[in-house]
């Protein structure tokens, strides 16, 4: 499966923004997807990530309640809503893909993830 994130952009702190992780292939719906950010000098972590379906959701402690991952399988395409975004969200932020169920795998593992996306640069000012 090839992966296209897109969606980053600058934004001041407390904006929105909406991540798109579309997807090649027509068993997309049989994959779990994780979105990371990597920020300059620091290691990738965990944001999010949707397991196939029926779709359970994951989320990193420091966007919980901020961000919304979901799915539309008809479109390929995962989605991270991005909202009260703080300058600490500054990343490169990466989609990845793995078939399966986060059931099978730790969906918070980058290591966990054959698949990935270009990255889409967030920046936010504070």
């Known amino acids: 499966v090839q992966l296209q994130a897109s969606g980053g952009g600058l934004v001041q702190a407390g904006g929105s923004l909406r991540l798109s992780c579309a997807a090649s292939?027509?068993?997309?719906?049989?994959?779990?997807v994780g979105w990371f950010r990597q920020a300059p000098g620091k290691e990738r972590e965990f944001v999010a990530a949707?397991?196939?379906?029926?779709?359970?959701?994951y989320y990193a402690d420091s966007v919980k309640g901020r961000f919304t991952i979901s799915r539309i399988n008809n479109k390929n395409t995962v989605y991270l809503q991005m909202n009260s975004l703080k300058p600490e969200d500054t990343a490169l932020y990466y989609c990845?893909?793995?078939?399966?169920?986060?059931?099978?795998?730790?969906?918070?593992?980058?290591?966990?993830?054959?698949?990935w996306g270009q990255g889409t640069q967030v920046t936010v000012s504070s």
């Open positions: 990845a893909a793995v078939f399966g169920s986060c059931s099978d795998y730790a969906c918070y593992d980058h290591s966990t993830y054959p698949y």
């Open positions: 292939g027509r068993t997309f719906s049989l994959y779990a």
């Open positions: 949707i397991s196939r379906n029926p779709g359970n959701t």
